[in-house]
């Protein structure tokens, strides 16, 4: 027995239950052989069931008990005398025509099946009850051919291109069929809109060598605009954002209550996806169905797209949508100077922000400060920034005045600005970072090093390569043990992410850093880069006895259990997590 | 096979060490348990004499001191600890308690039944004997139906299903690649082999197993692969496996056909008939996919024995903790009233009508049944990622499965007269 066989069997009975007390009375009669089905004594359940229908042969709770029971037990053949006795005394019950039905399915009587279920059919000539039932009894013995000739009977002598489109669309499914799924989907969408979630629900799972045909059926030039929208949410599922979205902006020609329900829903379904493109369609949609709600709603829905479109990449979207509303909230003017920032007008984003002074909260206003300051140190206008941080006394802020001191040369400054910005200020990474250069800084005896300075500026500005070179020479100039292998680790570092050329740069300076030796953390923590290196281009066992050389040369370093865990990897003793 | 499975006797625990010692603290010091077994099983494969000091501080080992080891006891963050002259104070705690020191002798030879195509990381004993670093082979059908077992000292069984109704998933994941893969590979290894049915197959192999256990293996079986195997054992001549696996249907006197003295542990099992339900039968007691059926998890108790009159017992159950919370697989735990009597029990729920772990002698061998699938993902779900082992290096369940490993090691005592 399949579980749709079981399910129907429940189903009926919850009808039968809910249609008629007194048949709900007869139903409890039965109560002792449901509790021991559910304990699994099947023949003690049948045993029962029998009983009851011998008292009361139309019981369907009991018939139907026993067609679960017996199916089990391998005993269906005692079921058929029952079930056409009960059929003969109420021939017009669905519920037993459609019990009879599986019952001769289940005894894998197919010629029966069909004469049975054509008599049913000739009784309700207008009814499509008889085929269902039909097709699915041999469905659920797996019979697909035999059940797509009973539903395609169906459709023929009831006439209507969308007739039992469903099921054949779910047949087609479940015998690998997707193309011929996707058309007898195209046909139930067309005869009844509420499909269609459904029908890209389904199709969302095909496989990937057939999405192009699948979607050639959903989106080509014949396709109706319901089916079209369907094909636009099976690309969403299927991770193609761009294209459903072409798909999608295809079918707004209509201002109707379909197309704003269709563009919410494509909307929810793009959210699901976390990719940049994802954001971005999702940030179109809701444009565009923002133009179809009163406000506040339209206003928070372009706030949100806003978001999703500078979330996506798409900052000359998101300007769109803001400059297209001139009455834009606090929440509008911010993002519109993000992304003026973002786009480099800092002058403008500069002025505005002294303008909408009162319009942005606070917070917003230091946020924008801030971005402001990082935006002009990244093009080296150090006296800038520090003017654009005015005299915001916030911990973020002195925090960003320390690294203003820093790129200066001014490393005693630096340090004192992040001793009082504390460990907390501005997000984890930034907070992380601001306390790897204070573990740095520590290290060098001097107040100042215009060298170093510069050279991090480099790095800021995103010059990975001037930058290696700068912080070599900036080391040079330092002790080794009074700076200069901490300086080279971060050359390094830098060298090792930036890949390529720069990898034999990092090995270089790794194996300076070994090499020295000391107290200080740069020697294991350099080991250990150099490990990871290796590991990430394909040579582990290489890294294998730096791995060990760490563990055993500094066994009280923090790198150790990092040490250990990438050993493990290495030797392939755990899984890739 | 070269080392007798029957250890209800072991050599005179007494024994001084006269060159400088490690001792592995296997108690909460430990830094980390797991890499312990490897490093002991590293130890005697390499010919070197270690013990297993039972109940001593949480089952601890005793290695030579080397260079050597004390290197890869570093590397792998294992705790270890001196004990020149510590050892007298150390033995004679061991001689005055509930304690004994059983010599390791010979590394056993391992193997892991599992299909070609497993991942390394498909079930527990597997990822634990990978994060130990213990060596070890993987065989599977063709290998045992050919005497493959001879050239092992100790078969692992993890989550195959011996009835051949591939966990009786095949209705459930109709469709799905990985089960036709299996359904595939099985069919194909059945006709290879000149079997007619999977089901047939797999009874085969279950007495091969059955006898590798009797010539001396040392067996240890985890998740569905205990229920299974001894309901494959009883159903020699009876159809138990559904339509959809060979064929025809169960026998409907199947229940009353079983022959139990060809199992290992159960007896008296009731089975499971519906093929849409992925449970085999009552042996196993919380029915994970039994509907209403299924029982929640609760916390296992390891029994305590005698390390000087029980020593296989007390090596299997040796753990830091005494009570380790339970996890489920396909086959949880054991209902009591389905063991056989003489099967030991290792570790139980208290008030519970199912146990834990459970253990017994078969003809020269013995056999370890462990119920669950991975004691680090207690409601493992199909695709669930794989356990990483370097997070729980001091895994209660884990060790528990290493105890099976090493407890092969172990060097038998001539009996007393």
């Given at each position: 027995?399949?579980?749709?066989?079981?399910?129907?069997?429940?189903?009926?009975l919850?009808?039968?239950?809910?249609?008629?007390?007194?048949?709900?009375?007869?139903?409890?009669?039965?109560?002792?052989?449901?509790?021991l089905?559910?304990?699994?004594?099947y023949?003690?359940?049948a045993?029962?069931?029998?009983?009851?229908?011998r008292?009361?042969?139309?019981?369907?709770?009991?018939?139907?008990g026993?067609?679960?029971?017996?199916?089990?037990?391998?005993?269906?053949?005692?079921?058929?005398?029952?079930?056409?006795?009960a059929?003969?005394?109420?021939?017009?019950?669905p519920?037993?025509r459609?019990?009879?039905l599986?019952?001769?399915?289940?005894?894998?009587?197919?010629?029966?099946?069909?004469?049975?279920?054509?008599?049913?059919?000739a009784?309700?000539?207008?009814?499509?009850?008889p085929?269902?039932?039909?097709?699915?009894?041999?469905?659920?013995?797996?019979?697909?051919?035999?059940?797509?000739?009973?539903?395609?009977?169906?459709?023929?002598t009831?006439?209507g291109?969308?007739?039992?489109?469903?099921?054949?669309?779910?047949?087609e499914?479940?015998?690998?069929?997707?193309?011929?799924?996707?058309?007898?989907?195209?046909?139930?969408?067309?005869?009844?809109?509420?499909?269609?979630?459904?029908?890209?629900s389904?199709?969302?799972?095909?496989?990937?060598?057939?999405?192009?045909?699948?979607?050639?059926i959903?989106?080509?030039?014949?396709?109706?605009?319901?089916?079209?929208?369907?094909g636009?949410?099976?690309?969403?599922a299927?991770?193609?954002?761009n294209?459903?979205?072409?798909?999608m902006?295809?079918?707004?020609g209509?201002?109707?209550?379909?197309?704003?329900?269709?563009l919410?829903?494509?909307?929810?379904?793009?959210?699901?996806?976390?990719?940049?493109?994802?954001?971005?369609?999702?940030?179109m949609?809701?444009?565009?169905?923002?133009?179809?709600?009163?406000?506040?709603?339209?206003d928070?829905?372009?706030?949100?797209?806003?978001?999703?479109?500078?979330?996506?990449?798409?900052?000359?979207?998101?300007?769109?949508?803001?400059?297209?509303h001139a009455?834009?909230?606090?929440l509008?003017?911010a993002?519109?100077?993000?992304?003026?920032?973002?786009?480099?007008?800092?002058?403008?984003?500069?002025?505005?922000?002294?303008?909408s002074?009162?319009?942005?909260?606070?917070?917003?206003?230091?946020?924008?400060?801030?971005a402001?300051?990082?935006?002009?140190?990244?093009?080296?206008?150090?006296?800038r920034?520090?003017?654009a941080?005015?005299?915001?006394?916030?911990?973020?802020a002195?925090a960003?005045?320390?690294?203003?001191?820093?790129?200066?040369g001014?490393?005693?400054?630096?340090?004192e600005?992040?001793?009082?910005?504390?460990?907390?200020?501005?997000d984890?990474?930034a907070?992380?970072?601001?306390?790897?250069?204070?573990?740095?800084?520590?290290?060098?005896?001097?107040?100042s090093?215009?060298?170093?300075g510069?050279?991090?500026?480099?790095?800021?500005r995103?010059?990975?390569?001037a930058?290696?070179?700068a912080?070599?020479?900036?080391?040079?100039?330092?002790p080794?043990?009074?700076?200069?292998?901490?300086?080279?680790?971060?050359?390094?570092?830098?060298?090792?992410?930036?890949g390529?050329?720069?990898?034999a740069?990092?090995?270089?300076?790794?194996?300076?850093?070994?090499?020295?030796?000391?107290?200080?953390?740069?020697?294991?923590a350099?080991?250990?880069?150099?490990a990871?290196?290796?590991?990430r281009?394909?040579?582990?066992?290489?890294?294998?006895?730096?791995?060990?050389?760490?563990?055993?040369t500094?066994?009280?370093?923090?790198?150790?259990?990092?040490?250990?865990?990438?050993?493990?990897?290495?030797?392939?003793?755990?899984?890739?997590? | 096979?070269?080392?007798g499975a029957?250890?209800?006797?072991?050599?005179?625990s007494?024994?001084?060490?006269v060159?400088?010692?490690?001792?592995?603290?296997?108690?909460d010091?430990?830094?980390?348990?797991?890499?312990?077994?490897?490093?002991?099983?590293?130890?005697?494969q390499?010919?070197l004499?270690?013990?297993?000091?039972?109940?001593?501080?949480?089952g601890?080992f005793?290695?030579?001191?080397l260079?050597?080891?004390?290197?890869?006891?570093?590397l792998?963050?294992i705790?270890?600890?001196?004990v020149?002259?510590?050892?007298?104070?150390?033995r004679?705690?061991?001689?005055?308690?509930n304690?004994?020191?059983?010599?390791?002798?010979?590394?056993?030879?391992v193997?892991?039944?599992?299909?070609?195509?497993?991942?390394?990381?498909?079930?527990?004993?597997?990822m634990?004997?990978?994060?130990?670093?213990?060596?070890?082979?993987?065989?599977?059908?063709a290998?045992?139906?050919?005497?493959?077992?001879r050239?092992y000292?100790?078969?692992?069984?993890?989550?195959?299903?011996?009835?051949?109704?591939?966990?009786?998933?095949?209705l459930?994941?109709?469709?799905?690649?990985?089960?036709?893969?299996?359904?595939?590979?099985n069919?194909d290894?059945?006709?290879?082999?000149?079997?007619?049915?999977?089901?047939?197959?797999?009874k085969?192999?279950?007495?091969?197993?059955?006898?590798?256990?009797?010539?001396?293996?040392?067996?240890?079986?985890?998740?569905?692969?205990?229920?299974?195997?001894?309901?494959?054992l009883?159903a020699?001549h009876?159809?138990?496996?559904?339509t959809?696996?060979?064929?025809?249907?169960?026998?409907?006197?199947?229940?009353?056909?079983?022959?139990?003295?060809?199992?290992?542990?159960?007896?008296?099992?009731?089975?499971?008939?519906?093929?849409?339900?992925?449970?085999?039968?009552?042996?196993?007691?919380?029915?994970v996919?039994?509907?209403?059926?299924?029982q929640?998890?609760?916390?296992?108790?390891?029994?305590?024995?005698s390390?000087?009159?029980?020593?296989?017992?007390?090596?299997?159950?040796?753990?830091?903790r005494?009570v380790?919370?339970?996890?489920?697989g396909l086959?949880?735990?054991?209902?009591?009233?389905?063991?056989?009597?003489?099967?030991?029990?290792?570790?139980?729920?208290?008030?519970?009508?199912?146990?834990?772990?459970?253990?017994?002698?078969?003809?020269?061998?013995?056999?370890?049944?462990?119920?669950?699938?991975?004691?680090e993902?207690?409601?493992?779900?199909?695709?669930?990622?794989?356990?990483?082992?370097?997070?729980?290096?001091?895994?209660?369940g884990?060790?528990l499965?290493?105890?099976?490993?090493?407890?092969p090691?172990?060097?038998?005592?001539?009996?007393?007269?």
């Amino acid at each position: 027995m399949t579980r749709s066989l079981n399910w129907a069997a429940v189903a009926s009975l919850v009808l039968v239950f809910s249609a008629d007390p007194g048949r709900a009375a007869r139903g409890q009669a039965i109560g002792p052989g449901f509790e021991l089905e559910r304990s699994g004594r099947y023949a003690d359940a049948a045993t029962i069931y029998f009983t009851t229908v011998r008292s009361d042969p139309t019981n369907l709770p009991a018939l139907l008990g026993l067609e679960r029971t017996l199916f089990v037990l391998n005993r269906m053949s005692e079921l058929l005398p029952l079930v056409q006795q009960a059929r003969a005394r109420l021939p017009e019950s669905p519920a037993l025509r459609s019990l009879e039905l599986r019952v001769y399915a289940a005894l894998n009587q197919t010629d029966s099946l069909a004469a049975i279920a054509l008599r049913w059919a000739a009784s309700v000539p207008r009814s499509d009850a008889p085929y269902r039932e039909w097709g699915l009894a041999l469905v659920d013995r797996r019979m697909w051919d035999e059940a797509r000739r009973a539903y395609l009977t169906g459709r023929k002598t009831l006439g209507g291109e969308g007739t039992l489109a469903i099921e054949l669309a779910e047949l087609e499914q479940r015998a690998g069929n997707w193309e011929a799924s996707a058309a007898e989907w195209v046909r139930a969408v067309t005869r009844s809109a509420d499909v269609g979630p459904n029908a890209a629900s389904q199709l969302a799972d095909a496989p990937a060598p057939v999405h192009e045909h699948v979607a050639r059926i959903l989106t080509g030039p014949d396709a109706s605009v319901r089916v079209r929208r369907v094909g636009a949410e099976v690309l969403l599922a299927w991770g193609q954002p761009n294209e459903a979205w072409v798909v999608m902006d295809q079918t707004l020609g209509q201002d109707d209550s379909d197309t704003q329900v269709a563009l919410r829903r494509f909307a929810d379904l793009a959210g699901a996806l976390p990719t940049p493109e994802g954001h971005r369609v999702r940030g179109m949609a809701l444009t565009r169905w923002a133009d179809f709600v009163p406000s506040p709603v339209s206003d928070r829905a372009r706030a949100e797209a806003v978001r999703e479109l500078l979330e996506g990449g798409d900052r000359a979207g998101a300007r769109r949508v803001l400059e297209a509303h001139a009455d834009a909230t606090a929440l509008g003017q911010a993002s519109l100077l993000q992304i003026l920032i973002a786009d480099g007008q800092l002058d403008v984003a500069a002025a505005r922000l002294e303008a909408s002074k009162t319009a942005l909260t606070a917070d917003d206003r230091g946020a924008l400060r801030l971005a402001l300051a990082q935006a002009r140190i990244a093009r080296g206008e150090l006296d800038r920034a520090d003017a654009a941080l005015g005299d915001d006394s916030s911990v973020a802020a002195i925090a960003q005045r320390g690294w203003i001191a820093l790129y200066r040369g001014n490393l005693k400054g630096a340090m004192e600005a992040f001793r009082v910005a504390g460990p907390y200020a501005t997000d984890r990474a930034a907070a992380t970072e601001r306390t790897a250069m204070m573990a740095l800084l520590q290290r060098i005896q001097e107040e100042s090093s215009p060298e170093l300075g510069a050279a991090l500026l480099t790095l800021a500005r995103g010059d990975s390569v001037a930058a290696i070179a700068a912080l070599r020479r900036a080391a040079s100039r330092l002790p080794v043990q009074g700076g200069r292998l901490e300086v080279q680790l971060l050359a390094g570092q830098v060298a090792a992410q930036k890949g390529g050329d720069q990898e034999a740069i990092a090995v270089a300076l790794f194996d300076e850093v070994v090499r020295a030796g000391g107290e200080g953390a740069a020697p294991p923590a350099a080991e250990l880069d150099w490990a990871r290196l290796l590991v990430r281009t394909g040579r582990s066992a290489e890294a294998i006895p730096h791995l060990e050389h760490l563990i055993l040369t500094y066994p009280n370093s923090a790198f150790v259990p990092e040490a250990r865990r990438v050993l493990e990897r290495a030797k392939g003793a755990i899984p890739k997590s | 096979m070269t080392i007798g499975a029957r250890l209800s006797s072991f050599l005179p625990s007494f024994r001084h060490s006269v060159i400088p010692s490690l001792l592995i603290p296997m108690d909460d010091a430990q830094t980390d348990h797991l890499k312990a077994y490897g490093l002991t099983y590293k130890a005697i494969q390499a010919g070197l004499k270690a013990e297993w000091l039972l109940n001593y501080r949480g089952g601890s080992f005793l290695v030579p001191d080397l260079d050597a080891l004390r290197r890869d006891a570093a590397l792998n963050g294992i705790r270890f600890e001196p004990v020149d002259s510590g050892m007298p104070a150390v033995r004679g705690e061991i001689e005055a308690n509930n304690m004994d020191a059983v010599p390791l002798e010979k590394a056993p030879k391992v193997a892991v039944y599992a299909p070609p195509n497993a991942a390394p990381w498909d079930d527990a004993v597997t990822m634990a004997l990978q994060y130990a670093g213990i060596p070890f082979t993987k065989i599977w059908d063709a290998d045992v139906v050919n005497g493959g077992l001879r050239d092992y000292d100790w078969l692992h069984l993890h989550h195959e299903d011996f009835t051949g109704q591939y966990s009786k998933f095949f209705l459930i994941y109709s469709g799905l690649p990985w089960l036709a893969e299996m359904v595939q590979r099985n069919s194909d290894m059945a006709r290879r082999l000149g079997f007619q049915t999977v089901p047939d197959l797999k009874k085969a192999v279950a007495r091969g197993i059955h006898g590798y256990v009797e010539n001396g293996g040392f067996l240890f079986a985890m998740c569905t692969a205990t229920e299974t195997i001894d309901l494959a054992l009883a159903a020699e001549h009876v159809d138990i496996a559904a339509t959809f696996a060979d064929g025809t249907p169960i026998d409907p006197d199947a229940d009353a056909k079983l022959d139990w003295s060809k199992s290992f542990a159960f007896t008296s099992a009731h089975l499971e008939p519906n093929p849409l339900v992925a449970s085999f039968s009552d042996i196993d007691g919380h029915q994970v996919n039994g509907g209403a059926r299924r029982q929640p998890l609760g916390a296992f108790t390891l029994f305590n024995f005698s390390a000087k009159i029980d020593p296989v017992p007390t090596m299997l159950v040796q753990n830091h903790r005494q009570v380790v919370s339970d996890f489920y697989g396909l086959t949880t735990s054991f209902t009591r009233n389905r063991l056989k009597p003489g099967v030991t029990i290792l570790a139980e729920e208290e008030g519970a009508p199912w146990v834990k772990y459970v253990h017994g002698d078969l003809g020269k061998g013995t056999w370890t049944f462990f119920g669950g699938h991975d004691p680090e993902d207690p409601q493992h779900q199909i695709g669930d990622p794989p356990t990483d082992l370097s997070l729980h290096p001091h895994s209660p369940g884990y060790r528990l499965i290493l105890n099976n490993v090493l407890f092969p090691a172990a060097k038998k005592r001539e009996l007393k007269t």
